[in-house]
Nanobody
Framework: QVQLVESGGGLVQPGGSLRLSCAAS????????VAWFRQAPGKEREFVAA????????YYEDSVQGRFTISGDNAKATVFLQMNGLQPEDTAAYYC???????????????????WGQGTQVTVSS
């Protein structure tokens, strides 16, 4: 069993930055894929970024490529999402998810993840 706890959300002005953290309890992320998804009011949950721990491969949704960076610290069992150049359209609840049995083609599919955090709100507004 993996328990995930997100932190780092908040209110930021357009163009600003935030760093989200996803901490795992009970184990490290070895052999896991850890991803960030987001969900805005009235919209479906969408893929943001993922880190495949073995090999440290990263994946990004097109609209965040070049602005967001996903990284991990296995000693702390924590995955980070550095978000720069935030825009109002990035406003959403951000969720961390993890799974140990994903193939590459499934990484962006929220239904394939077994473990989820409670979410952290990111609001981009002037």
């Amino acid at each position: 069993q993996v328990q995930l706890v997100e932190s780092g959300g908040g209110l930021v002005q357009p163009g600003g930055s935030l760093r989200l953290s996803c901490a795992a309890s009970g184990r490290t992320f070895n052999n896991y894929v850890v991803a960030w998804f987001r969900q805005a009011p009235g919209k479906e949950r969408e893929f943001v970024a993922a880190l495949k721990w073995r090999g440290r491969h990263t994946y990004y949704e097109d609209s965040v490529q070049g602005r967001f960076t996903i990284s991990g610290d296995n000693a702390k069992a924590t995955v980070f999402l550095q978000m720069n150049g935030l825009q109002p359209e990035d406003t959403a609840a951000y969720y961390c998810a993890a799974d140990a049995h994903l193939i590459q083609s499934s990484i962006s599919q929220s239904s394939q993840y077994d473990y989820w955090g409670q979410g952290t709100q990111v609001t981009v507004s002037s």
